[in-house]
């Protein structure tokens, strides 16, 4: 039996270069009608996690969340997913500097930008301050984090940093980190203090 999985596999591929047949023949299998575009992975870990702490299996909702691996694959995943390819409906999030090659993206594919939902400057910066810097340095020393944040404090280029900057940067210096990160600290939300590009994303699906 065919999974989302398998169709998101085909959809990287096929945006890599590699043929577009599987990644079509598995969208009517599964039954995709939605692609939601984002920028990486932890972006990707973050809404799948906000999606299940809601009770909602996005998959079964025929609602595939696809990591671009990048803002500027933009325009090669709209051209796959969207009108002039699979034509499923498109929706995501993006940081608010990459907002113009998103809208460029989406005007070439003829795909509305209605469900895409912008963030300050990233969604980690986006959850560091729903949260607050001391429940995310709760979060960083639960998962036996500590000492690395401690000698990552310590780096002279650290020191005049506002601690919410300090914790956006330590959450990208480690391979992985701010992957694993994007899942926890939303696990970590008060449901309430949802960031409002997230809950937006995840409303409109």
Aim: glycine share 12%; charged share 30%; proline share 5%.
């Amino acid at each position: 039996m065919a999974d989302m999985r398998a169709f998101r596999d085909a959809v990287t591929d096929w945006a890599a270069g590699g043929p577009g047949g599987p990644a079509s023949e598995l969208a009517q299998q599964v039954g995709v009608r939605t692609a939601v575009l984002l920028e990486g992975p932890s972006d990707l870990e973050a809404v799948e996690a906000l999606a299940a702490r809601r009770g909602r299996d996005l998959a079964a909702e025929g609602v595939c969340v696809v990591s671009m691996g990048g803002a500027m694959s933009i325009g090669r995943y709209t051209e796959l997913l969207g009108p002039p390819g699979l034509d499923l409906r498109l929706a995501g999030l993006c940081d608010v500097g990459e907002r113009r090659f998103y809208d460029r993206g989406l005007e070439r594919a003829g795909a509305p930008g209605r469900d895409f939902f912008v963030c300050v400057s990233d969604l980690e910066d986006e959850l560091i301050r729903a949260l607050g810097t001391a429940r995310v340095e709760e979060t960083v020393r639960a998962e036996g984090d500590e000492r690395a944040w401690q000698t990552f404090l310590h780096q002279p280029a650290q020191h005049d940093r506002p601690r919410h900057q300090q914790l956006r940067r330590f959450l990208g210096t480690k391979k992985g980190r701010k992957i694993r990160y994007g899942r926890l600290l939303v696990e970590a939300l008060d449901p309430a203090l949802t960031p409002a590009p997230l809950d937006d994303l995840l409303t409109s699906l």
